[in-house]
């Protein structure tokens, strides 16, 4: 891919011819009648994935095809930030791979898994891109999670992973683990959102809402199952959202009546179902089944409603990784 950036119309531009490549609702029809996975693969060849299905051998594999879409996504992903004015956005929102990694090496390393067993659930991809791919190996090799996070303590990453090791230390329990892992990336991602241009950041505010405000919510409704403290469940959510008062957020983690509780979210489509749910598993799965569907519809209809903005560029990437 060229790389222009210093043409503000130039990552837009491509993402509209991206969008063209998608998989069309017909091609996925002609997936799902896949008579087995060779066959699914050659379907999906001619596409933006034959790159990467290429690198795979046989006998295919769901996890490897699924690692090889991945690949796909990412590597857009990171090609577009190659072209942007103002990538810092979209370098915030590519972290989101690299935790998601973090995450997965640090619950293997907690229940004993070998490096071998490891390597077949994660792609390093993205740190491969970043240059940072070394030091994950040397992570995933880590004897335990304290030796896990040695392998970080010179990167940007370290504090955070510092926090989810104790934090899994002492609560042998992967949500809250993940939970801080997911607050380092939701705050860069706000602190990069805050230095975007008003008029791109009213575009990609719906994006944000869906994203930072849905994923606090649903940490501060877990934490129920936790039982946590209002302090300790502090501890877990990002300082900043979007819409909802980070002292609201923390209410709901002692509050006797959650449902009551709820009745001071924001009166909208997003959040009205949820307080109409009885118990909080059943409100969690609403509140981010509703989430996606709105994420995706955001997405799709970006591309009509406000064109040629930065933002589409996220819409791109939202319609291709779901």
């Not at 690692?67 to 103002?86: D, F």
């Not at 860069?188 to 791109?200: C, D, Q």
């Not at 649903?218 to 300082?239: D, E, G």
């Not at 009509?304 to 779901?322: G, H, I, M």
Request: hydrophobic fraction near 45%.
């Amino acid at each position: 891919m060229v790389t222009l950036r210093g043409d503000p119309v130039y990552a837009v531009t491509k993402t509209y011819g991206l969008k063209s490549y998608l998989l069309s609702a017909t091609a996925l029809e002609e997936l799902a009648y896949a008579k087995n996975l060779s066959d699914l693969v050659d379907i999906l060849r001619p596409s933006l994935y034959g790159p990467f299905l290429a690198q795979l051998l046989k006998p295919f594999t769901a996890a490897e095809i699924e690692k090889a879409l991945w690949k796909s996504l990412v590597n857009h992903h990171y090609r577009l930030i190659q072209t942007s004015v103002k990538p810092k956005f979209l370098e915030q929102l590519f972290m989101r791979y690299v935790y998601f990694n973090v995450k997965t090496v640090l619950k293997s390393k907690a229940l004993g898994k070998s490096p071998d067993e490891i390597i077949k659930n994660v792609d390093l991809y993205p740190e491969e891109l970043l240059g940072i791919r070394d030091i994950t190996l040397k992570a995933l090799n880590a004897k335990d999670p304290s030796e896990f996070l040695t392998e970080y303590l010179e990167t940007e990453l370290a504090e955070t992973i510092r926090t989810a090791v104790k934090v899994w230390t002492e609560r042998k329990d992967f949500s809250a683990s993940d939970a801080i892992i997911d607050k380092a990336y939701l705050e860069g991602l706000y602190k990069a959102f805050k230095k975007v241009g008003r008029s791109e950041r009213k575009f990609l505010t719906p994006f944000m809402i869906y994203e930072l405000d849905v994923k606090a919510l649903a940490t501060a409704l877990r934490a129920r199952f936790w039982k946590l403290t209002s302090s300790q469940v502090r501890n877990l959510l990002p300082a900043e959202t979007v819409t909802l008062d980070p002292e609201f957020l923390t209410s709901l983690a002692e509050i006797e009546d959650v449902k009551k509780g709820l009745e001071k979210l924001p009166e909208n489509e997003l959040f009205a179902k949820v307080r109409s749910e009885q118990n909080l598993s059943a409100m969690l799965s609403m509140l981010e089944e509703n989430a996606k569907k709105m994420k995706l519809r955001w997405a799709y209809e970006s591309f009509y409603k406000t064109p040629f903005r930065q933002a589409l560029v996220v819409s791109y990437l939202v319609l291709k990784e779901n």
